[in-house]
C-alpha cells in the first residue's frame, strides 16, 4: 500500500492524473473509506485534475461557439463539445461509483462522511454544468441530495472545518449555477460565514 502511495505522488508530479487515479483505486477498494486526511487530499487531486482539462475545454469550445465570427464552424464546435461532454460524464460517472461502492461502504466517522458525500456533490455538479435533459436531470437530482446528505453528516463538524467550509461553498455554487437560484446560494454561503 506504501508503494502505491508513493506511485500516486509520483504519477502527481508527472501530471498523469489517470496513473494516479489508478494507483489510488485498490487502495481505496482495500480502506473503505478510512483514508488519512493526506490520502483524501492525493485521492481528490486525482480526481480533480482527471477532469479540469474537460471542463475547461467545455468552457472554452462555448465560448468559441458564442462568438459570430466562427459560426460558420457550429456543427463542428458542437460535435466536438458533446464528445467531450460525453468524456466528462463517463469520468465524472466512474469517480461517482468508485465512491460509492469503496470509500462509502466503511465511512464512520463525520469528517470523512462529509468528505466523500460532498465529493459525490461535487462530481455529479460537474456532470450537470454541461448536461441536458435526463443527464441534467439526473445529475441535477444526485447533487442536490448529496450536498444534502453531506450537510447532515457535517452538522458536528467544528464552524471552521476545511471540509465543512468546502461543503458550504461548493453547495452554494450548486444552487447559483446549477439550480439558478440566487438567493438559497447567498443563504448558504451566509449562514457559514
Known amino acids: 500500500m506504501e508503494e502505491k502511495i508513493f ?54 469550445i462555448s465560448a468559441i461557439e458564442q462568438n459570430p465570427k466562427y459560426s460558420k464552424f457550429g456543427g463542428a464546435l458542437g460535435q466536438y463539445k458533446k464528445k467531450i461532454e460525453l468524456e466528462l460524464q463517463k469520468d465524472c460517472q466512474n469517480i461517482i461509483n468508485m465512491i460509492k461502492q469503496d470509500a462509502m461502504k466503511s465511512l464512520s466517522d463525520a469528517e470523512g462522511k462529509a468528505f466523500f458525500l460532498k465529493m459525490v456533490g461535487d462530481y455529479y455538479r460537474y456532470m450537470a454544468e454541461s448536461a441536458q435533459g435526463d443527464v441534467l ?57
Open 7 to 60: 506511485m500516486a505522488r509520483v504519477a502527481e508530479q508527472a501530471e498523469r492524473f489517470d496513473d494516479m487515479v489508478d494507483f489510488l483505486r485498490p487502495i481505496l477498494r482495500e480502506k473503505g473509506g478510512d483514508f488519512s486526511v493526506e490520502e483524501r487530499n492525493l485521492l481528490s487531486v486525482g480526481f480533480k485534475n482527471l477532469i479540469g482539462g474537460k471542463r475547461t475545454a467545455i468552457r472554452t
Open 137 to 193: 436531470a439526473q445529475a441535477r437530482d444526485g447533487a442536490l441530495e448529496h450536498y444534502k446528505q453531506a450537510d447532515a453528516a457535517g452538522k458536528e463538524l467544528p464552524a471552521c472545518n476545511p471540509i465543512k467550509l468546502g461543503l458550504a461553498l461548493n453547495f452554494s455554487v450548486f444552487y447559483y449555477e446549477v439550480m439558478q437560484d440566487n438567493k438559497q446560494a447567498c443563504a448558504l454561503a451566509e449562514t457559514a460565514l
